[in-house]
């Protein structure tokens, strides 16, 4: 039997309070700090851009073309329009991490 691990999640506040608690930031200066981050990453990904970040991984962006698809119940063929996805590349350190 595979180790049982508790799924919680980290949140823009636990980021803005791990900044309150180690830099001595205030609330309010590090939650716009982590705002600010996100922000940047977001304009950066909406831009076309990838992201990345050392150690952690990278949001690669990829233009796929239109295509056919099939609905799996019907067996109908549809067209799949083109569109833009997102995908995460963790890093190796980070895989390795988790992997512990």
Avoid at 12 to 38: K, Y
Avoid at 57 to 83: H, M, Q, Y
Avoid at 84 to 100: C, D, G, H, I, P
């Amino acid at each position: 039997m595979g180790m049982m691990r508790c799924m919680s999640t980290l949140t823009r506040a636990d980021l803005a309070e791990a900044l309150n608690n180690r830099i001595g930031l205030s609330r309010a200066e590090s939650l716009s700090m982590v705002e600010s981050i996100l922000r940047h990453m977001c304009d950066a990904l909406s831009n076309g851009e990838n992201v990345k970040i050392s150690g952690f991984g990278t949001f690669l962006l990829r233009d796929k073309s239109e295509r056919i698809g099939r609905n799996p119940k019907t067996g109908v063929e549809v067209p799949i329009t083109p569109r833009r996805v997102m995908t995460f590349r963790a890093s190796q350190m980070l895989k390795e991490r988790v992997a512990e």
